[in-house]
């Protein structure tokens, strides 16, 4: 992995969450869809923070980011550890079944249950869990082979068997540079979730955050797009 982003900027962070929720919220407005969270507006924007080093998270909560997402198990224990206060916490990693009993005590959500082994441990684990733990299941929308999430076949079994109640879905649909070829992928997530009356969709990152909120996303996850540093003082101004 990459050098974790230090040296950020309250304001910009600032800035870019202003900018997303507002892009969010003109989404929301146009767009039709009956979202399965109910109320139109209330999506969440959870910052990804794979990428930023712990030292910088009072910097994130300075600029308003109030809910965050981790992808390691052992960096979202540090995390937790050093600013546990400051945020409430997802995981939305690679869920990896002997690191289950490490993420239940700290987090709201864990975005991305998609094995048995997962559920297995979940089970195991479940009195070291923080009261009101929910999961979110990862589905494989696309059917791409190697990718994780449950196929949209087996959904139903799969949730049956979850000792955990399951908030609703999430999805990770084909790399695309062009955030539209997101769009039938978000939608068919959306499907799934209503035909089985579950309310949180989480779906669309920097890339699609867009679509996806038009899509009926109640959750988007945001990384790069929230640390860009922004414009230059002295560049050109257009
Ligand atoms: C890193 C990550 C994101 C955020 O991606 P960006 O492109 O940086 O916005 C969202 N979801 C998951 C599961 C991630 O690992």
Same mark, same amino acid.
């Given at each position: 992995?990459?050098?974790?982003?230090?040296? #950020?900027?309250? @304001?910009? &962070?600032?800035?870019?969450?202003?900018?997303?929720?507002? +892009?969010?919220?003109?989404?929301?407005?146009?767009?039709?869809?009956?979202?399965?969270?109910?109320?139109?507006?209330?999506?969440?924007?959870?910052?990804? &923070? %794979?990428?930023?080093?712990?030292? +910088?998270?009072?910097?994130?909560?300075?600029?308003?980011? =109030?809910?965050?997402?981790?992808?390691?198990?052992?960096?979202?224990?540090? %995390?937790?550890?050093?600013?546990?206060?400051?945020?409430?916490? @997802?995981?939305? =990693?690679?869920?990896?079944?002997?690191?289950?009993?490490?993420?239940?005590?700290?987090?709201?959500?864990?975005?991305?249950?998609?094995?048995?082994?997962?559920?297995?441990?979940?089970?195991?684990?479940?009195?070291?869990?923080?009261?009101?733990?929910?999961? #979110?299941?990862?589905?494989?929308?696309? =059917?791409?082979?190697? %990718?994780? =999430?449950?196929?949209?076949?087996? #959904?139903?079994?799969? &949730?049956?068997?979850?000792?955990?109640?399951?908030?609703?879905?999430?999805? /990770?649909?084909?790399?695309?540079? @062009?955030?539209?070829?997101?769009?039938?992928?978000?939608?068919?997530?959306?499907?799934?979730?209503?035909?089985?009356?579950?309310?949180?969709?989480? /779906?669309?990152?920097?890339? !699609?955050?867009?679509?996806?909120?038009?899509?009926?996303?109640?959750?988007?996850? &945001?990384?790069? %797009? #929230?640390?860009?540093?922004?414009?230059?003082? !002295?560049?050109?101004? @257009?």
């Amino acid at each position: 992995m990459a050098a974790l982003i230090s040296g #950020l900027s309250t @304001d910009a &962070i600032r800035a870019n969450l202003e900018r997303v929720r507002a +892009e969010i919220e003109a989404a929301v407005e146009r767009s039709p869809v009956e979202r399965p969270g109910g109320e139109a507006g209330a999506v969440q924007v959870l910052a990804a &923070i %794979k990428y930023v080093a712990a030292a +910088e998270l009072p910097t994130l909560a300075a600029a308003g980011v =109030g809910l965050v997402g981790e992808n390691r198990a052992q960096d979202l224990e540090e %995390k937790v550890r050093a600013h546990g206060e400051l945020f409430e916490w @997802d995981f939305i =990693g690679q869920l990896q079944s002997r690191r289950v009993r490490l993420i239940v005590p700290h987090v709201r959500l864990i975005h991305s249950v998609a094995s048995e082994s997962a559920l297995r441990e979940l089970e195991r684990h479940r009195e070291l869990a923080r009261p009101g733990l929910r999961i #979110l299941v990862e589905v494989n929308v696309a =059917g791409e082979d190697g %990718k994780a =999430g449950v196929a949209p076949e087996q #959904l139903d079994a799969f &949730i049956d068997r979850s000792p955990v109640p399951v908030a609703g879905l999430m999805t /990770m649909p084909p790399l695309s540079a @062009d955030a539209e070829a997101s769009r039938p992928w978000f939608a068919a997530l959306r499907e799934l979730a209503r035909e089985r009356g579950l309310r949180e969709l989480s /779906m669309g990152t920097s890339q !699609d955050y867009v679509v996806a909120a038009e899509e009926g996303a109640t959750i988007v996850r &945001i990384g790069t %797009k #929230l640390y860009d540093p922004g414009p230059v003082a !002295d560049g050109p101004s @257009d």
